[in-house]
Every structure is written in structure tokens, then in C-alpha cells.
């Protein structure tokens, strides 16, 4: 009897936890063999691989598919293999994939993640709208004195650790993207490039860095989503932190902008604006027409984008502008390069890192540009089908509603199809801008269409002016520890990490 009932619990644990698995062998896609309640994913919930990496070996692993299947646990996802059907979900046919799908369950959303990144519907649609505005060449510029600041104080701290044997490139470029943040997004002085550990940093650090608790809660999410309901993916520490230094920032401010003209300004004249209104997109009237859709912008939604502001900006910038350090010390010709435009643009703007300044600063564009070709910080961008049904005409095959798309760009952009010698660091390859292979949808670091990174030209003005204020005074060697390909680490989330980050040796810059 006792044996009966037990082959029938199996027996139904089974067919739950492999009740998906007809999905994508029905539509004839081709796909990695699927382990119960675990999918194609055992190796991500371990933390032997990111989700960026599993996506990225799936690309590698079918060079003639278009696309390939997946299972994140039982979930079904499709890697995108091809530029064209990239295009299609991101530009042509964004309408049926508006949304990234991050959170598990599409009712229950925790308050910090409200914000424009992991936002969906009309809530993204009413942010992206009323926030786009902040992100203007305007603004930037009105904001650039903060961030030239800061550069400045980069110096100092790279001075301090000339002559170490080594230094992660990672940690200093961190420590000035922290230092950004504090300033232009939260406008708080906070010293980070003085004081290693300050709150900041470790917040900083916490929004990124998982612990148990959050590694365990994330799988159960995916492999038991009813359950796992209440469980939240943020750490509730983070949201106690959050609401703390926000509101203590709203209330030195009165919730009036103060002319600093930094990101709390730009929320609270956002705010000032009152409710966001705009046309659904996903409601519509008997007619055909959108709805009318109005939301008010209340201080925890305000409190959620600052959050996102200080999430986005910090470890991709960091990534991003520690990575051109790490192929410039391996690649010293066009180190010199670099360098001797540094001079010769500082020269005419009466030695002053201004807006104007950096965005002359050309070939240090093109090297930050390969170097984010090689190594794009989010590894893959990610949408999910938002209609009932959609079919890729040139596959005829349909996906569903909840269906995520991967988009492996770190496998893309070094893809021999596309770049030539791709290991090869050259940043003669974007000599024309990177206009051409963005049109190509084959070069995409901060995504494409809608839903595209909104603080792209904030990303590259900041890590642009840290990098060149290091290297004005500073110039970067491989150190004994040095990898030319560094180890990635398993364990990132939204960005992809090196296990021992980037050391490199800093020196004086001889002249
Ligand atoms: C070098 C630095 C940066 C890189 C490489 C980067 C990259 C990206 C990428 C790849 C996406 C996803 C795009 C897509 O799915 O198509 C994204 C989205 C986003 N990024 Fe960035 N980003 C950077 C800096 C920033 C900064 C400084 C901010 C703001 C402070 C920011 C705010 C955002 C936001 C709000 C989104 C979501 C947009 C939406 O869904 O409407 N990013 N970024
Ligand atoms: C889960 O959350 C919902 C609403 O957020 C609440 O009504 C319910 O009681 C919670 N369940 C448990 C088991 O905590
Ligand atoms: C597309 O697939 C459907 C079902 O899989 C099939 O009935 C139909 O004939 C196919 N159409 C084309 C043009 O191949
Ligand atoms: C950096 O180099 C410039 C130009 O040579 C020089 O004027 C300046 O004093 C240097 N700054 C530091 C901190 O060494």
C-alpha cells in the first residue's frame, strides 16, 4: 500500500516538474535535454554559471540555429541566435514584448522594483515617459560640474595606490562611480574615494552581491512560483536602507528641486509635474483605441527609481570603464593614443574637464566603445511576450504569453560572423562611430528600441571623464597577477563580474 502511494507521489512530482518539456520539442526548436523541476538551469541555481553565461554557451553551442530553446526550471525561454529576430523583438515588433519579465510572478511586485527597469505595462510606459525627459543632453550637461568633481577626487585616490603591485581596476572605478551616484543622484557628499567602507559603498555593494538568503529565494521563485509567493527577491534590509536615505534627502530639501541640479531635483520637478497620464498599452476601448491611463507619482515610486538610478548606473558604468583600463594596460600602443589626445583636447579647453572636453575626446570614445563590445556589463538583454500569441514569421514558430526572449549580446558582439578577429582589442573598428553595427543589430551594449538603456549617454560622459582624468596622470600595466582573459563570475546577476576582479599596476604617467 505504502509503496503505491509512493510511486504515485513520484509519480506526480514528476509530471510537475517536467509538465513543460513538450514545449519547444513540439515546435521543432532544438535545445539542451531538460532535468526535472531544474530545466536547462541546474548550473545557474548552483552559482556555477550566470544566467549570461548559460546563454551565451547555448549560443556557441548551436551555430546553425536561429534560435535555441531553454527551460529556466520549468519555465520555457528562447535564445535568439539571429540580428533579424532580435530586431523584431526589440524594435519592429515591441509592442508583443514590452515587458522584461523579471519579476516571477506578474501580480505581486515589491515596491523598489516599481522603477523603469524592471517596470512593466503602464506603469513602465508612464515612467519611460515622464523620465525620459530627465536623461536630455540638457540635463547631462547641467549636471557634468558634479561629475568633473568627482573625477578630479579619482586622482587622488589613484595616486594613493601608485606603486602597489597591483590595484582592482574594478574597486577604483567603483569607487568613483559610488562617489557619482552620491552626488549626482542622491546629492550627498559622501566621500567614498576617502573613507574605503563607508554605507554607501556597502549598498552598493549589497544590491548586487547575493547572499544565501537570496540565491535560495530567487531558485524557489523559479522552481515552486506559487509557493514562493511571498518571498521577496530584494533583501528587506535594502528597502529599510533605501527609504531611510531618500527621505532624509527629501526632507533637507523640503520636496522643492534645490538648484543642484542633480537626480533628486530632476524627480521632485518630475514630481511637480503631478500624475503621469498617457495612452495604455494594454488597455484599449471597444474602439481600438488606447485607454487613458493616470498614475500617481508617489514618494515610494520616487524612492523605487532612485533606487534603479543607483542599481543601473553603478556596476555598468564601473564594469564598463574598469574593462577599457584592463585592454589598455594589455594593449599600450593605443594606451598612448589615448593619452596624447587627453592632452591635446585638455589643451584646448584650458586644461578643464568639461562636457565639451569629453565629448571631444574621440579615440578614447572608440576604445571605451570596444571595450564594451568585448565585454558588454549585462551580458544579454531579455524580453517577454506580452500578447496571447506570437509567431516569428520567418521561423513559424509560436510563442506565448510569459515566454521570455534571451539575447545573448556578449556572444554576438565577439561572434566571428560579425567582428573579425574578435578577441583582437581594436577600437579602429568603431573609427565611423557604432552607428553601422547597431543598425545591424549586431552591437547593442546598451540595447535597442523602447526599451533601451535611458542613462546610455550618462554612462559614457561619467565613465569617459574617469577614465580620462586617470589617465592624464596615470597610465595602467598588466600585473604579475594580470589575466588577459579574466575568469568571469559565475555568481552575477544583472552584470557579469571577474572572479578576482581586473588588478592592474597603476603608475605615474612619464611624459
Ligand atoms: C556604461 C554604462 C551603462 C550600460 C552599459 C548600460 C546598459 C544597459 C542595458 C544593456 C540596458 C537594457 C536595455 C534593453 O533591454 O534593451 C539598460 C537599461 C536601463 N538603464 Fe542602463 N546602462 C548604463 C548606464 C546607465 C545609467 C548611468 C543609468 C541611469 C542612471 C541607466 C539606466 C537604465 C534604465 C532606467 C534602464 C531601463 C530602461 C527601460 O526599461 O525603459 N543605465 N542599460
Ligand atoms: C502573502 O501575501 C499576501 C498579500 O501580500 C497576504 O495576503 C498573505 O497573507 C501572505 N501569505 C503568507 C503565507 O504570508
Ligand atoms: C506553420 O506551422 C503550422 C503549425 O506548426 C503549420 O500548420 C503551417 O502549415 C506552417 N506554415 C508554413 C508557411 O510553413
Ligand atoms: C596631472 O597632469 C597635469 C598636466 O601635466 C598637471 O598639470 C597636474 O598637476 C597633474 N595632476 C596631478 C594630480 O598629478
Redesign the pocket.
Known sequence: MLIVFFIIIVLVLYWYGTRTFHYWKEKGVKHDEPLPFLGNNFKQFIQKASIGMMANEMYKKYPEEKVVGFYRATAPELIIRDPEIAKRILVSDFSSFHARGLNPHRTVVEPLLQNLFFGEGDLWRLLRQRFTFAFSSGKLKAMFPLITKRAEKL??IT?EITGRDFYDARELMARYTTDCIGECGFGINMDSLSEENNQFRRLGKRIFQRNLRDIVCSALKFIFPELAKNLTLLTPELEKSMNKIVHAVLKERDNKPSGRNDFIDLLLEVKQKGNMIGESIEKKNADGVPEIVEMELDDMLLIAQVFLFFGAGFETSSSASSYTLHQLAFNPDCQVKVQEEI?RVLEKYD?KLTYEAVKDMKYLEMAFQEAMRMYPAPGYLIRMCTVPEYTFPELNITVHDGVKMIIPIAAIQTDETYFSNPEQFDPERFRDGAKDNSKKFVYLPFGEGPRACVGARLGMMKSMAGLAAVL??YSVEPAKCSKLKPDPDPAGIVTEGFVEGLPLKFKK?L?
Do not use: G, L, P, S
Request: hydrophobic letters at 10%; aromatic letters at 0%; glycine letters at 0%.
Open positions: 586622482k587622488i595616486e592632452d586644461n592624464q596622470n604617467r611624459r
